[in-house]
Structures are given as structure tokens and as C-alpha cells.
């Protein structure tokens, strides 16, 4: 059974840090990249950063480069997003999901194996 797991969101101060964790299983981790999403109230899904498991190649969109950092443990089959100079436009409910590769123009439906989503929330 393919599932995928993400857990470390929460209430937190602008400027303030989390980490977010996608653990997946079911499926071959290093044949896939998983991407992290979010999606604010009222907003389409948009694409915040992705890696790929088997050459740890990653990429950012626009507005977290510099703020947000993804990582692999690959012996976990997890990956980590870690969230630094965190903003009030951030708060969304945050996804993981697994892919044959990243999609550049982050299209969702390239995507075969969602989570469920943990909420984040800055507080200004």
C-alpha cells in the first residue's frame, strides 16, 4: 500500500522556523522526486520545492529560494522541508506528493502519490 505522510506543521511567529516531513512507503523511493505543495484558503495548489531521491538535484519556486530548504534521507524514505524566515503569505495546508521526476512548471496533476496535508500557520 503506497502512502505518504507528512507531519510537522503548527502555529508559528513571523520569522520563526519549522520543519516539515514527508515520510513515504509503498513505492520505490529512489526511483521517484517528491515535490512539496501548498495551498492557502480561497488559492489553486502551487509548487514550492521539489527533489529527486536518486541525485538529490532540487528546485524552488520563486517566493521560498533562499527561505525554505529540502532534503532527503533516502535509508528513511523521508524527506524534510525546512522553513526559515517564515512569512503570513506562507500559511497554507502543505503537501507532499511522489513523481517520476520535478515537473518545472509544477503541475500537480504530474503527480501520482499525495499525503494529506499539514497545516501552517504564521501569525503576524
Known amino acids: 500500500e503506497v502512502q505518504v505522510v507528512e507531519s510537522g506543521g503548527g502555529l508559528v511567529q513571523a520569522g520563526g522556523s519549522l520543519r516539515l516531513s514527508c515520510a513515504a512507503s509503498?513505492?520505490?523511493?529512489?526511483?521517484?522526486?517528491i515535490g512539496w505543495f501548498r495551498q492557502a484558503p480561497g488559492k489553486e495548489r502551487a509548487g514550492v520545492s521539489c527533489i529527486t531521491s536518486s541525485d538529490g538535484n532540487t528546485y524552488y519556486a520563486d517566493s521560498v529560494k533562499g527561505r525554505f530548504t529540502i532534503s532527503s534521507d533516502n535509508a528513511k524514505n523521508t524527506v524534510y522541508l525546512q522553513m526559515n524566515s517564515l512569512k503570513p503569505e506562507d500559511t497554507a495546508v502543505y503537501y507532499c506528493?511522489?513523481?517520476?521526476?520535478?515537473?518545472?512548471?509544477?503541475?500537480?496533476?504530474?503527480?501520482?502519490?499525495w499525503g494529506q496535508g499539514t497545516q501552517v500557520t504564521v501569525s503576524s
Open positions: 506528493a511522489a513523481a517520476p521526476w520535478c515537473d518545472s512548471s509544477w503541475y500537480p496533476g504530474a503527480y501520482d502519490y
Open positions: 509503498g513505492f520505490t523511493f529512489d526511483d521517484y522526486a
